[in-house]
């Protein structure tokens, strides 16, 4: 049997016309995440933002080692660097308790602020979607990538705050601010559900500013959007005079973390923190893909 030439294009081509697209086209291949993450390690931003999250354990170790004791004496209020140096993991809950209210909410705020708008400020997301990238595929790619990269940071501090804090204030059990002592399994076991607490409530932020990127070119105005609003939630939780209303702000269980250092544990606000943790992240990320489908991408 022969085949008249042009027939096999022929056979294509209704299949061409109904999708718009080549024979052999596959979207779901496009922008593969390892990809994305590959180009992300490479950047400076990354690069810089995981060193500081190694050397933060380290500052704050020297800072403790060189002045803890006198801060200790004159401050009356028992709270989590009074116990910071009685083990690695005190020193580890210390870092936490640190960094959660500005310092982890930048580090997932540029994460996920940065990814979109730069890539529109560099005048290549255009060329993205004109490989062809579908555009909810490349947000979805774009949005894993940033939560890779955040959580990421996070658990490094954690490491390096658990290996550090061992060598400098030795492996031993977690004590309490009130003097309750936890074990080591114990107290690993419960450090992995502050991490994953963390991780669900400061995605809040992040999709907040994953929202912003999509809105803006300019990846400060997403980063430093998400920042300042995180901020200003904060502060008005402190107004007495709003009462109940504060514990539907995004920032009203940014610290529930603490309630796994009680015996036995109270979760009533960290079930609450979760839920409402991801209810926001998923209005924020819906929105941000809402505004991206309809957006004209013109850089």
Do not use: C
């Amino acid at each position: 049997m022969s085949t008249e030439p042009g027939a096999e294009v022929a056979t294509m081509a209704p299949h061409v016309q109904s999708t718009g697209a080549v024979a052999g086209y596959r979207p779901g291949r496009t922008l593969r995440l390892s990809v994305e993450l590959r180009r992300q390690f490479k950047r400076r931003r990354t690069i810089g933002v995981l060193a500081l999250m190694v050397a933060l354990p380290l500052i704050l170790i020297g800072a403790l080692q060189l002045g803890g004791a006198e801060e200790a004496e004159e401050n009356s209020r028992v709270n989590l660097v009074d116990v910071a140096t009685a083990s690695g993991l005190n020193l580890t809950l210390f870092v936490l308790f640190a960094t959660t209210g500005f310092f982890l909410v930048v580090v997932f705020a540029l994460f996920f602020g940065d990814t979109v708008a730069s890539e529109a400020s560099w005048g290549s997301l255009r060329y993205a979607l004109a490989t062809p990238v579908p555009r909810a595929r490349l947000l979805r790619q774009k949005w894993l990538a940033a939560l890779v990269l955040s959580v990421g940071s996070l658990v490094t501090v954690v490491v390096v705050s658990v290996i550090a804090g061992g060598i400098a204030f030795g492996f031993g059990d977690v004590v309490t601010p009130v003097g309750i002592a936890l074990d080591q399994g114990t107290a690993v076991v419960r450090l992995a559900g502050m991490v994953g607490y963390l991780a669900v409530h400061l995605l809040v932020v992040g999709s907040l500013a994953f929202w912003l990127s999509t809105v803006t070119d300019a990846p400060l105005a997403a980063v430093g959007g998400a920042v300042f609003t995180t901020v200003v939630f904060a502060v008005l939780e402190q107004v007495e005079q709003l009462g109940a209303v504060r514990d539907w702000f995004p920032t009203a269980f940014n610290y529930a973390w603490t309630d796994l250092l009680q015996t036995p544990v109270d979760s009533a606000d960290l079930f609450r923190g979760v839920v409402q943790g991801l209810a926001y992240s998923a209005v924020f990320t819906a929105l941000a893909f809402r505004h991206f489908a309809r957006r004209d991408v013109t850089s």
